[in-house]
């Protein structure tokens, strides 16, 4: 064969395959018209193409229309605009049909209905085309979704794959979108269209992620009258605060929770979702035991109990912190429970040891309770610097007023290592037992303290008062009464027992029956404390136990000025008084004896 010849077929070859790869463009009828009545039959969508028809040949036999009008049954789906593809089997097209076996949409505007999608008899339409040849993979890529019924659930970017080979296998999807300006991706999802159609069990895979934490699950799955799931899950977030935040979710205490893990054995059907064995990591402390959601009320309720070694709770007391100002003053601004309230929750937590800010508890039993515009927190018990600590605390918000209720009690308390705990001066020691109520509402927390009600009382035995020694200054003020008033710091002054209690009303404390027993000196309380303006003023009356009638009045004590900051001074007339000079000074004038007349 002369070259001349091979250089003509070559060219003749390459012409053909040319024109096999071109696009050409298809009038409304034949091809065209078999590939939409194709789509109406097999898939039931309706098809209508504004835009420019084609066909090529090469590499695959495939057809493609613009300005695609797709059109699921009642209503429920709708994709405008868009660019359609289809490739067709090699097979069928020599036999004179039409069949595909991919399907992409392109630049897609989709509208969806959610409650007309969940109305559609999913299973039927199955089980109608079971014997059926189905396009074996669909492509969805740079396209738009929403929702005629769920304002905030519109994605954009929508890319998607869809892969199924048919009756006995899984059908596989992967995809990515942007929802709420983030991309949201669906990593994996597997299940059998045919047993889930029939009301059997089917194997479920599903894996959702985003910058803002993972879902994951896998097991099996049946649908029907009863649908439900049992299998294992993965729940993750990186910051359950931001994830609330982002995804408009109302979660209790949401806003508080940093990193939060939910890993274990999980069921599922129409009224619970459950997790009878769980393991919870909240940031680095892991808590185990069992979990639960009710679907079968107003709100979903979430249940639980759940122990663990150590819990650090530090997030959850943050907003008491910040209901004082960076001054010291308690806060203005308005108490909101709403955001902390999200769904009920119904938590029962135990555990060896746990946090709250400085505070730490030992071998903790605790329950908490959440409803609408309502906390319910309570301490069954809990070891506590060598004591026990146990109590209560409820908020409840109505008509923007909230109302604050706690009590407690507690016994056995060392104080030395109490107030270094919480970063205070150890001006007592001493083992301490009380208890206390106290009450109050308002809009803001200033408004609150305003308002409070309530008593408390403490006693502290065998302890010691730290950097005062009264007996010394008592024998100082004896001697040299004038003088002694600033040599009366330092040293120790122990004590058999202090007690005080303290009557509430209005935001202002006073103390009642409140004294300090030694074995050589005794010491009466009397004052106010002021809850609103964090604030005192309290004399002390020291007096040695041998005090005779004749001796002048004990040495008094004046403590006043912030919580944070409190002066302890000397009172100048009680120093006074007991100067010999100066005393009568301050006798009452003796009236003159009358004289006979």
């Known amino acids: 064969m002369s070259r001349r010849v091979v250089f003509l077929i070559a060219l003749v ?10 696009p050409w463009t298809l009038k409304p009828g034949g091809l065209a018209a078999a590939v939409t009545e194709h789509l109406q039959g097999r898939y039931g969508l309706n098809v209508r193409v504004e835009g420019r028809s084609t066909f090529a040949l090469l590499p695959t036999p495939r057809v493609k229309f613009e300005g695609v009008t ?18 067709l089997r090699i097979l069928p097209l020599f036999l004179g049909r039409v069949e595909l076996s991919e399907i992409a949409l392109n630049d897609a505007r989709i509208t969806a209905s959610a409650e007309a999608l ?46 199924w080979d048919g009756a006995g296998d899984l059908l596989y999807a992967v995809g990515s979108a942007i929802w709420r300006g983030e991309q949201v991706m669906i990593d994996q999802a597997s299940f059998d269209p045919i047993r889930l159609a029939s009301d059997q069990l089917s194997p479920l895979a599903f894996t959702f992620s985003s910058n803002f934490g993972r879902l994951s699950f896998q097991g099996e799955a049946q649908i029907g009258d009863d649908p439900r799931f049992t ?7 990186t910051s359950l605060r931001d994830f609330v935040r982002w995804s408009g979710m109302s979660l209790p205490f949401g806003p508080l929770m940093q990193a939060v893990t939910i890993e274990g054995d999980l069921s599922v059907n129409r009224r619970r979702i459950s997790w009878p064995s769980v393991a919870v990591i909240l940031g680095s402390d892991k808590l185990e035991g069992t979990l639960s959601v009710r679907l079968d009320t107003d709100r979903p309720v979430i249940a639980g109990t759940l122990a663990a070694g150590e819990l650090n709770l530090s997030n959850f007391v943050q907003p008491f912190a910040q209901a004082r100002t960076g001054t010291g003053a308690w806060s203005e601004e308005l108490i909101n429970l709403v955001q902390v309230t999200g769904n009920d929750l119904d938590l029962r ?53 909230v109302e604050v209720k706690s009590q407690g009690a507690f016994d056995g308390i060392n104080m030395a290592t109490f107030l270094t705990e919480i970063g205070q001066t150890r001006w007592i020691t001493g083992t301490a037992q009380g208890q206390f109520t106290l009450e109050g509402s308002g809009a803001t927390p200033a408004e609150v303290m305003r308002q409070a009600q309530g008593r408390s009382s403490i006693t ?49 404390g006073e103390l009642v029956e409140s004294r300090v027993s030694a074995p050589t000196l005794s010491t009466n309380l009397h004052g106010k404390i002021s809850l609103s303006d964090r604030a005192l ?54 009236p003159p004896l009358a004289t006979a007349q």
Do not use: C, Y
């Not at 299973?123 to 929403?146: C, N, P, W, Y």
């Not at 329950?367 to 069954?380: C, F, H």
């Not at 040495?555 to 010999?580: C, H, K, N, Y």
């Open 231 to 237: 299998g294992q899950s993965l729940v993750s977030a």
């Open 537 to 590: 003023q309290v004399k002390a009356e020291v007096s040695p136990v041998t005090t005779s009638p004749n001796l002048a009045q004990a040495i008094v004590f004046d403590m006043s000025g912030g919580w944070d900051d409190i002066a302890i001074t000397p009172d100048a007339r009680s120093l006074i008084e007991r100067s010999g000079a100066a005393r009568p000074l301050f006798q009452p004038e003796t």
């Open 460 to 508: 502290v035995r065998q302890g010691e008062l730290v950097g005062i020694a009264l007996n010394d200054a008592l024998k100082r003020v004896e001697k040299r009464p004038l003088s002694a008033s600033l040599s009366w710091k330092g040293g120790r002054t122990p004590f058999d027992q202090a007690q005080a209690q303290m009557m509430v009303n209005g935001g202002i």
């Open 70 to 87: 797709l059109a699921f049954p009642k209503q429920s789906l709708r994709a405008d605009s868009a660019t359609l593809r289809g490739e």
């Open 13 to 22: 070859t390459l012409a053909l395959l040319i024109a096999a790869s071109a």
């Open 118 to 163: 969940r109305s559609v008899d999913w299973a039927r339409l199955f089980k109608d085309r079971m014997g059926e040849t189905h396009a074996r993979r669909l492509v969805v890529a740079t396209s738009s979704i929403q929702w005629t019924d769920l304002s905030e659930a519109g994605l954009s970017e929508v890319n998607a794959l869809v892969n």
């Open 349 to 401: 937590l135990s555990a060896l040891k746990a946090q709250f800010g400085r505070l730490r508890l030992d071998d903790m039993a605790a329950s908490i309770l959440v409803r609408p515009g309502r906390i319910e927190a309570s301490l069954g018990r809990a070891d506590f610097h060598e004591g026990t600590l146990k109590g209560r605390l409820s908020l409840a918000a109505q008509n923007g007023v």
